[in-house]
């Protein structure tokens, strides 16, 4: 129980790794607030879903004011939600450019803009866990958009290290860079990709959500006590 009796929230909670992080967390002691704009199909008693754009500034400001008003903190929280808008940058449209920055970048920033400071009141701080991508650290064709976006999320995770600690409190701010994970996005991609895919790691096979998940717990639970500011790559030694 590694998370017993703390308050997590979760965003893009509704499928993928999203979901297997909840439950986990669930598993582990937490009570979740699980996020996303789709109704959210849990039966764990300690997951709560909360229908949720991060995108809306003020639905997100609502959000952290109803978790404060009920629980009185928040302990952990994970900025999963992201889309993909893909297309190569002569062709991609102004509207595949935007919703994709207003969901990956603006979306983490809505959330931590409120949840951050109000971690660095409390006195046992707490964990904030960026997900980015293995696209953010080294691109990908006809993914301008989400490559811009996920790379964004280190200079954001090491600004907050700073920013969140300065006053003394145990906040902690990292980052997880997953590489190609079966969630319900890969099972539409032609298998000769896939294939290629699972070849380009030295594991030889994609990853699996629930292993993202893990990842995400070690960094959110007092585990990582002494990590902050850090990337960690999960991507099954794509790259090396």
């Known amino acids: 129980m590694r998370l017993q009796n703390k308050i997590a929230i979760v965003t893009g909670a509704a499928a993928g790794i999203g979901r297997c992080t ?31 754009n991060v995108a809306d500034a003020t639905a997100c400001a609502a959000c952290f004011a109803n978790v404060i008003e009920k629980y009185g903190r928040i302990d952990i929280l994970v900025n999963n939600a992201g889309i993909t808008k893909d297309a190569m940058t002569a062709k991609m449209t102004d509207e595949q450019w935007d919703v994709v920055i207003d969901v990956n970048l603006k979306g983490l920033f809505n959330m931590t803009r409120h949840i951050g400071p109000a971690m660095e009141k409390q006195e046992n701080g707490g964990s904030i866990v960026n997900i980015s991508s293995v696209v953010g650290e080294f691109g990908n064709i006809g993914q301008a958009n989400y490559a811009a976006t996920k790379s964004a999320v280190f200079g954001l995770t090491k600004t907050w290290a700073k920013e969140f600690a300065r006053k003394g ?72």
């Open 22 to 52: 909840a439950e986990l967390f669930a598993n582990q002691g937490a009570t979740v607030i699980a996020c996303d704009m789709n109704e959210l199909p849990y039966e764990h008693d300690n997951i709560h879903g909360y229908v949720l």
């Open 169 to 240: 409190a145990p906040v902690r701010v990292n980052s997880i860079s997953p590489g190609y994970t079966m969630t319900d996005i890969l099972k539409t991609v032609p298998q000769e990709l896939l294939d290629k895919f699972s070849a380009q790691t030295m594991l030889g096979r994609l990853g699996q959500p629930e292993e993202i998940a893990n990842a995400i717990l070690f960094l959110a639970s007092d585990d990582a006590s002494y990590v902050t500011g850090h990337n960690l790559s999960v991507n099954g030694g794509m790259r090396l």
